[in-house]
């Protein structure tokens, strides 16, 4: 099956903005439409009134991937625009991705950080835990070696 055409472009919309340029971790549309079409890939979107659909002429402000394998799924993408940050936002949209996991049986999630992401407290108020440390994992367009940090969830 293809991927929703618009999915992509609003995921597309988020993705130019909302990653900081000087850590290339923004993917490019190519990368997107692919892994939507392999098996076990799951995407939510987000809208600035917190919805879960953005209509036309409502803004996306977010969304997540994940990839999901058996009962475990990781998160490989989650972003919330610049312009919708600081709202809660990003809470609703995680806690979706975890309910939308647990529904679908997953019981181990996981995601990777760059140590030092503000987005760590986020994750940390919803349970996720670091359970490792990739040395110098990330490399910045400056040339910085930044770890990564493994973080996980175990659903009840
Ligand atoms: C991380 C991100 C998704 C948060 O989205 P958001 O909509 O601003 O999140 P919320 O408004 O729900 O805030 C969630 C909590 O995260 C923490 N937080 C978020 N941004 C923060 C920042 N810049 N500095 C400090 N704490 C921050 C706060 O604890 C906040 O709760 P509070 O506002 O009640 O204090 C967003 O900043 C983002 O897209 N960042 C760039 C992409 C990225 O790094 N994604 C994660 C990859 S692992």
Redesign the pocket.
């Known amino acids: 099956m293809l991927p929703p055409l618009d999915d992509v472009d609003r995921i597309m919309e988020v993705m130019q903005s909302?990653?900081?340029p000087e850590y290339g971790?923004a993917w490019n549309r190519r990368q997107v439409s692919d892994a939507l079409l392999l098996a076990g890939t799951h995407h939510e979107l987000i809208a600035s009134d917190g919805s879960d659909r953005p209509e036309a002429g409502k803004d996306t402000a977010?969304f997540y991937l994940s990839r999901g394998l058996f009962d475990e799924e990781e998160l490989l993408?989650?972003?919330?625009?610049p312009a919708?940050?600081?709202?809660?936002?990003?809470?609703?949209l995680l806690k979706r991705f975890i309910e939308s996991a647990r529904q679908r049986n997953k019981k181990r999630l996981f995601?990777?950080?760059?140590r030092n992401?503000?987005?760590g407290?986020?994750y940390a108020?919803h349970g996720f835990q670091p359970i490792g440390i990739r040395p110098r994992y990330y490399r910045a367009l400056n040339g910085d070696r930044i770890d990564a940090i493994t973080q996980e969830l175990v659903i009840e």
Request: net charge positive; proline share 7%; aromatic share 6%.
């Open positions: 909302a990653f900081p971790e977010g993408l989650f972003a919330i625009a919708h940050r600081r709202k809660g936002l990003g809470h609703i995601l990777e950080m760059r992401n503000p987005a407290v986020l108020a």
